[in-house]
């Protein structure tokens, strides 16, 4: 209720590489609603990490 449309209320700004994980990225950023800006490039792949969150450790 409080976040209206639009809803462009984060920003992220980064690089990724033009591969699988980069498209995926760009996907989720959008069904969030972030307003993504991304260089890309095609000599280095996109970046991965994994997050474990559990009960209120986050």
């Known amino acids: 209720w409080m ?3 639009p ?3 984060a ?3 980064g690089c ?5 994980f980069g498209e995926i990225l760009k996907k ?3 069904e969030a609603h972030v307003d ?12 991965t990490c ?3 969150i ?3 450790n986050r």
Do not use: L, R, S, W
Request: negative net charge; contains cysteine.
């Open 3 to 5: 976040i209206q449309k």
């Open 7 to 9: 809803h462009k209320v």
């Open 11 to 13: 920003t992220f700004f």
């Open 16 to 20: 990724i590489g033009t591969d699988h």
């Open 28 to 30: 989720k950023a959008e």
């Open 36 to 47: 993504a800006h991304y260089y890309e490039q095609n000599e280095v792949p996109t970046g």
């Open 50 to 52: 994994a997050a474990c």
């Open 54 to 56: 559990t009960g209120d």
